[in-house]
C-alpha cells in the first residue's frame, strides 16, 4: 500500500532528504517488507514445486509399496531417457517401480513403456500396465518377451528369493544386444546384484518419500560417466 505524505507519522518510519524529495524506509520497515517478499518467494516455490509433483496412488504397506522422492523418481527418469537416445526402438519395462513410471511418463510421455505391477489399481495406465506376480516370474504376455533394450527394476523384498525371480523376470524381457538394466534395491543385495546380473552401484543413492531405514542402492550394467555420480570405485 501507498502511503501520501500527509498520511504519514511525523517520525523515523519516512525521512526526508533536503535534495531528493522521494520516500525512505526505516531499517526496521525495510527489514518488514524484506521477511514479507522473502515469505512471498517461499509460497511461489512451494505452489511451483507442488505442481510439478506427479500424482500417485497411496502406498500400500501391505505390499510393500515405498515411493521414492521426486528427486529420486525424476533423476533415474532423465537417465532413462538419455538411454533411449542410445538405441533404435526405444522401450522401456519398469518392474515394480510405479513412482518410475509416472515420473517418466510425465517428463517423456513421448517413450514407449510398460509397467508390470501386481497392484492392480495402476490398471488406469490402460495397455502401459502388465499384472505381475514376481513368484510367477516368467508368466507374463509373449509380446513382452525380448522387447525390452532399458529395464528397470526394483524388487518388492530385499530377500534372495525375490531377486533371483526378479532375474528371471530380468532375463524374459531383455532384447538380445545390448541392453541396459538399472536396479534400485537395498544394500544388502549388493553381492547378489553383482552375482545374478552382473551390476555395480552407482554413487548416486535413491531416497523414499516415506524416509525407509534401510538404505538403498542404484546398480547398472552400464558406466553411466558422470551421471548418477558415476559408478562406484571398487
Known amino acids: ?90 522401450a522401456v519395462a519398469c518392474i515394480a517401480c510405479p513412482t518410475l513410471y509416472a515420473y517418466l511418463k510425465k ?14 489399481r495402476f490398471e488406469q495406465y490402460g495397455t502401459e500396465f502388465t499384472f505381475y506376480d514376481y513368484n510367477q516370474p516368467d508368466d507374463l504376455p509373449l509380446s513382452l518377451k ?10 518388492p523384498y530385499l530377500s534372495k528369493e525375490c531377486l533371483e525371480k526378479v532375474t528371471e523376470t530380468i532375463s524374459f524381457l531383455s532384447r538380445p544386444g545390448q541392453s541396459y538394466l538399472l536396479l534400485l534395491t537395498g544394500e544388502v543385495q549388493k553381492e547378489r546384484a553383482a552375482e545374478l546380473l552382473g551390476l555395480r552401484p552407482c554413487g548416486f543413492q535413491p531416497h523414499h518419500a516415506s524416509k525407509l531405514g534401510n538404505e538403498f542402492r542404484l546398480f547398472t550394467n552400464y558406466n553411466p560417466g558422470t551421471r548418477l555420480d558415476g559408478w562406484e570405485a571398487e
Not at 525380448?146 to 524388487?155: G, L, N, R, T, Y
Open 107 to 120: 517428463i517423456g510421455p513421448e517413450v514407449s513403456a510398460q509397467l508390470l505391477e501386481y497392484d492392480k
Open 146 to 155: 525380448h522387447s525390452f533394450p532399458i529395464i528397470v527394476a526394483d524388487p
Open 1 to 90: 500500500m501507498e502511503l501520501s505524505r500527509e498520511e504519514t507519522p511525523q517520525n523515523d518510519t519516512l525521512i526526508d532528504d533536503d535534495d531528493d524529495d522521494t520516500p525512505m524506509l526505516s531499517s526496521q520497515a525495510l527489514e518488514a517488507l524484506k521477511e514479507f517478499l522473502a515469505e512471498q518467494s517461499r509460497l511461489v516455490v512451494e505452489a511451483s514445486q507442488e505442481e510439478e509433483e506427479v500424482a500417485l496412488v497411496a502406498e500400500d504397506w501391505r505390499l510393500s509399496q515405498f515411493w521414492y522422492d521426486r528427486d529420486t523418481a525424476e533423476t533415474i527418469a532423465r537417465e532413462v531417457i538419455i538411454l533411449c537416445r542410445k538405441v533404435d526402438s526405444p
